[in-house]
């Protein structure tokens, strides 16, 4: 069997996930067979299995850090928001459905099996189990009925870390508050606190250690600097979003458009390694400016966040820029979104049909089931600023709800066309201007995929970019549509990277924990 530790965090963003992870590394580096665990994740970002199962990306990110491949045992339950008061459940990987938080937070007991299933799946496996909790163990309306904190620490019998956020303000009253919110056996579950972002000179944070110690009988077992790596960020609270600003004039400047329920952002992650680009989240017309590249992700209500667009004047300038030349590339719900209708016939969002923003020549049609694959492929023949991806090869997943098809073809008689543009041989490539050619990896079937219509670009495959050379090659597309040569830097091994930030994660974390008293804590030897 193997040994637990769970880390539990004040509130919300705290860095749990962050601690996990480099937990992982640190268990992996000191020789020992480590896996992620969290019961219940609620976010937007998710990730599909080699068995075309989904899962969040936290623990993706965490598996990764151990070195395992991801399984979805390692998050049971996702929950991602469809709305304010609703989400879309997905269990062991499969949407169960879409629930209010009332009636989900009236049966989500009953999904104890499922989670305990997962979980000793993981413990016959490997020697740690690291547990991430969620939002705060002390909210005491919803303690009851518990199953991602002290819940899980119950069933699984694993001690906690307790992490606060000091780069927020106030962490001795997150601690002490959190702990002393808990009932007794809770609280005797806390073995250990962590301090976490910390700047400054750490001899004046001393007293309040000591005097927290005293306050909670609770040793502190580190305080951890902000550390300064770059890792995929699990939701909206991620700086990414804050619409940082680069001190230095970018040679390219890529939008992000910030949608309400923007999903998958880490699409983006790997032009933040390209010396001489910037990467901007904006969600008004006052922030685009005159971007390189304009970029839609995916979200999780295509129909909403469109109408949403179409309100605050985005998508009025977007259709203006894309006039005056600029490259418009949409990913997933943001690819749907260029077409030219989006169909709700099931109610599965809005419901009903709206117009899309005009600029690729398909139409998209809800459906109920859920498309939910790994891929590989190549980029067709292109035109347009970005001819330069042709036949570069990339690899990615597919999440969606809708399929799209060339708007010559009707929704009726569609026949055998698949998502999107149809079956590899097919004479339809020409009309479409399919932009990929892929295969999957859980079906094995070959097809066409996405759309290109001048400087206007889609597709729905999750991490399309990731590969250096599609993401050098982007952007020395857009290089040369300014004139710009020899001062842009090449995309790294995206892969490669990753692995370095888990290594200096790991290194910050050993330098400013007390790994010793975790090691205690887990009892086992390190």
């Known amino acids: 069997m193997a040994k637990a530790i769970m880390i539990q965090g004040t509130m919300s963003n705290v860095g749990k996930s962050v601690?996990?992870?480099?937990?992982?590394?640190?268990?992996?580096?000191?020789?020992?067979?480590?896996?992620?665990?969290?019961?219940?994740?609620?976010?937007?970002?998710?990730?599909?299995?080699?068995?075309?199962?989904?899962?969040?990306?936290?623990q993706v990110m965490q598996a990764e850090a151990a070195g395992v491949e991801p399984v979805v045992a390692m998050n049971p339950i996702l929950l991602k928001p469809t709305n304010d008061i609703g989400s879309q459940?997905?269990?062991?990987?499969?949407?169960?459905?879409?629930?209010?938080?009332?009636?989900?937070?009236?049966?989500?007991?009953?999904?104890?099996?499922?989670?305990?299933?997962?979980?000793?799946?993981?413990?016959?496996?490997?020697?740690?189990?690291?547990?991430?909790?969620?939002?705060?163990?002390a909210e005491i309306n919803l303690k009851q009925d518990d199953i991602v904190n002290m819940g899980m620490a119950k069933l699984a019998n694993a001690p906690v870390l307790l992490v606060g956020d000091i780069d927020r303000g106030g962490v001795f009253a997150q601690l002490y508050g959190t702990t002393e919110l808990l009932e007794k056996e809770e609280k005797e579950r806390i073995r250990g606190l962590i301090i976490n972002k910390f700047r400054g000179d750490k001899s004046i944070?001393?007293?309040?250690?000591?005097?927290?110690?005293?306050?909670?009988?609770?040793?502190?077992?580190?305080?951890?600097?902000?550390?300064?790596?770059s890792l995929e960020d699990e939701d909206s609270l991620s700086e990414r979003l804050e619409g940082r600003s680069s001190e230095k004039i970018p040679l390219i400047d890529l939008a992000v458009i910030r949608l309400p329920r923007i999903s998958n952002f880490t699409d983006f992650n790997v032009f933040e390694s390209i010396e001489g680009v910037s990467v901007r989240y904006v969600s008004s017309v006052r922030q685009l400016g005159a971007p390189d590249l304009i970029l839609l992700p995916g979200t999780k209500n295509t129909m909403r966040d469109l109408l949403w667009m179409r309100q605050n004047g985005l998508e009025a300038v977007i259709l203006k820029a894309q006039q005056a030349g600029t490259v418009i590339f949409g990913i997933c719900g943001g690819y749907q979104m260029l077409g030219r209708t989006i169909t709700d016939a099931e109610g599965l969002e809005e419901g009903g049909t709206i117009r899309g923003m005009g600029l690729l020549d398909m139409d998209t049609v809800f459906e109920s089931e859920k498309a939910r694959t790994r891929v590989e492929g190549r980029f067709l023949a292109l035109g347009g600023v970005l001819s330069q991806l042709t036949d570069i090869p990339f690899y990615g997943y597919e999440i969606h709800?809708?399929?799209?098809?060339?708007?010559?073809?009707?929704?009726?008689?569609?026949?055998?066309?698949q998502s999107d543009f149809g079956i590899i041989g097919s004479d339809q490539q020409a009309s479409a201007q399919a932009l990929t050619a892929i295969e999957d990896f859980i079906t094995g079937e070959k097809k066409l995929e996405g759309a290109w219509k001048d400087n206007v670009y889609g597709t729905y495959v999750h991490g399309i970019f990731d590969r250096e050379e599609v993401a050098t090659a982007l952007i020395r597309s857009l290089a040369t549509k300014k004139g710009i040569t020899g001062e842009i830097g090449s995309a790294v091994d995206f892969a490669a990277f990753k692995e370095t930030q888990y290594d200096l994660l790991?290194?910050?974390?050993?330098?400013n924990l007390d790994m010793a008293a975790i090691y205690r804590i887990l009892d086992v030897g390190a």
């Open 401 to 417: 709800m809708g399929r799209s098809w060339p708007a010559s073809e009707s929704v009726n008689g569609r026949g055998s066309c």
């Open 19 to 58: 601690v996990a992870a480099g937990l992982c590394r640190i268990f992996r580096q000191d020789g020992y067979r480590v896996a992620p665990f969290k019961s219940q994740n609620m976010a937007l970002n998710s990730f599909i299995t080699k068995e075309g199962l989904e899962m969040g990306r936290a």
């Open 506 to 511: 790991a290194e910050g974390l050993r330098a």
């Open 89 to 137: 459940v997905i269990v062991n990987g499969e949407v169960l459905g879409t629930m209010n938080a009332r009636d989900y937070f009236k049966m989500k007991k009953r999904l104890v099996p499922d989670i305990m299933k997962a979980y000793k799946s993981l413990d016959a496996e490997y020697d740690i189990i690291v547990i991430e909790g969620a939002g705060s163990p």
């Open 205 to 229: 944070l001393d007293p309040g250690v000591e005097m927290l110690e005293e306050l909670t009988g609770i040793p502190v077992v580190g305080v951890t600097p902000y550390l300064h790596v």
